[in-house]
């Protein structure tokens, strides 16, 4: 078996795969399959046990679509965190390339299930799904990630009504240097949105309301831009009225 590992692939990911195909028996050793692999933006651990279990999946017959069956009747995706994956196989050549990719955090969400507080925590990426925590835990540890996550509150309730998605798709259109001041995003009773941002280091609660997302966001972007720029640091944005903006500040009375 002969190994081509993507440029993406850490040194420490390259000797796991080396450890573990140490491993396998003498006939699968001398396979002539050459593997090809990117693991995009995959914490190498994970993506290399995945790439590792479909390997060996392939060789026991060479079938790509007993090997997706796999994929599918074993969750393999979803344990490892791969949001997309591509297989092919070239039988003249005798190249299977694997094309994994991972998505991108963008937030750990607090879900509440009752008004009793009980809660339970994940990590929403840039796919509208909600991962497990140990899927920052592993980013963070293989240096993919080195900035702070921003917290969602979020009633389960919301959730049926399709407000994680609507979330989702209002993070990722925010400028990575705005978002940056994102403490945390509140998704309250009606939808009404509430943000809490730090503005030189100092918290500031906007209040969005509950319509015009977007517009309103990019309203708040350019109030505090401008804000900066005067060396003022806000305490409240009210952005409840989209057709103006009250802005308060720590020594109003």
């Not at 002539?32 to 390997?55: D, Q």
């Not at 490892?80 to 094309?99: A, C, G, M, N, T």
């Not at 925010?174 to 309250?188: C, N």
Request: charged letters at 30%.
């Amino acid at each position: 078996m002969r190994l081509f590992v993507a440029k993406s692939l850490s040194i420490a990911g390259l000797v796991l795969l080396q450890n573990a195909f140490a491993d396998l028996p003498a006939d699968e050793k001398k396979s002539n399959i050459t593997y090809k692999t990117s693991f995009g933006r995959c914490p190498n651990r994970p993506a290399g046990e995945f790439f590792l279990g479909l390997s060996k999946a392939f060789e026991e017959n060479h079938s790509l679509k007993m090997v997706k069956e796999r994929i599918i009747q074993d969750k393999l995706r979803e344990k490892h965190f791969v949001s997309e994956y591509k297989i092919q196989y070239d039988p003249f050549r005798q190249i299977l390339k694997v094309d994994f990719d991972c998505p991108r955090p963008l937030m750990k969400v607090e879900i509440y299930k009752n008004e009793q507080g009980d809660s339970y925590e994940a990590i929403l990426v840039d796919n509208g799904e909600l991962y497990d925590p140990s899927y920052e835990t592993l980013l963070r540890t293989e240096h993919q990630l080195n900035h702070d996550l921003p917290s969602l509150a979020l009633p389960i309730k919301e959730m049926e009504k399709d407000v994680q998605k609507e979330v989702t798709q209002l993070i990722k259109t925010i400028p990575e240097q705005f978002l940056r001041k994102f403490s945390e995003v509140i998704v309250g009773e009606e939808k009404k949105l509430i943000i809490i941002l730090s503005v030189k280091n100092q918290p500031c609660s906007a209040f969005i309301g509950n319509d015009a997302w977007p517009e309103k966001l990019e309203l708040l972007r350019r109030t505090i831009n401008e804000l900066e720029g005067k060396g003022k640091i806000p305490a409240t944005i009210d952005l409840t009225n989209a057709k103006k903006v009250v802005v308060k500040f720590k020594d109003n009375p």
